[in-house]
């Protein structure tokens, strides 16, 4: 379920679609918290996949 929702906000990042300023650091906060978590119920094999997908996130909310 993460990697779904992370896949989601990868592409609405690439549309163009970005949180206001005041809210970036609450969706970093936000994907933080959602990766840890998932790392914590997923296999161990998917872990690497997951938290690299969120560091993509985390890399266009930046931009």
């Given at each position: ?10 592409e ?42 969120g ?9």
């Amino acid at each position: 379920m993460t990697g779904f929702g992370l896949r989601h906000l990868l592409e609405r990042l690439q549309a163009g679609d970005r949180p206001g300023s005041s809210q970036t650091a609450m969706a970093v906060a936000q994907i933080n918290a959602a990766v840890a978590e998932a790392s914590r119920k997923i296999a161990v094999a998917d872990r690497a996949g997951v938290a690299a997908m969120g560091q993509q996130v985390l890399a266009m909310l930046a931009q």
